[in-house]
């Protein structure tokens, strides 16, 4: 498309407004298929690189650092991408070190898909007291073995 040169500057505005609308939200996505949502912790603050498994579909992807993800492919057994499968019952999994795996089964049936918030919690280490007399005076032999000796060796 040309645009006639008696009106300067009329390219620049339809270039910015093409790039404007190309970001508005939803826009990117729309008429497409697709599962997204946001993963949080307990104190709902956003939890980032979480490793996130589509079952079935042989996908697996990580967490933006607003704790987004966003699922618009499966693949198939050769690896290819394919589209989602419509009316289907998908598992996520949600699995990142330091908290518990949440999982979540939902029956995708077209379209845009967003799911619920994922809260994860993250794992507690239970410290019990120890039993044991750990007092070096109730110990019977006072002498330090350290093993070998290594002077002159």
Request: hydrophobic share 35%; net charge negative; proline share 5%.
């Amino acid at each position: 498309m040309t645009f006639p040169s008696a009106v300067p500057g009329l390219r620049g505005l339809f270039a910015a407004a093409a790039l404007a609308f190309a970001l508005m939200p939803g826009v990117a996505h729309a008429g497409k298929h697709f599962i997204k949502g946001t993963v949080l912790d307990r104190n709902g603050s956003p939890v980032e690189r979480v490793n996130v498994t589509l079952a079935p579909g042989n996908v697996e992807i990580i967490t933006d650092e607003t704790g987004n993800f966003l699922v618009d492919y499966l693949r198939d057994e050769e690896g290819n991408r394919t589209r989602l499968s419509k009316r289907t019952e998908y598992t996520i999994v949600f699995f990142k070190v330091g908290y518990h795996e949440e999982k979540v089964t939902f029956l995708y049936k077209r379209g845009e898909l967003a799911l619920e918030p994922i809260t994860l919690k993250e794992e507690t280490i239970k410290v019990d007291p120890s039993t044991d007399n750990i007092d070096p005076a109730s110990l019977t032999n006072h002498q330090q073995d350290a093993g070998g000796s290594y002077e002159g060796e």
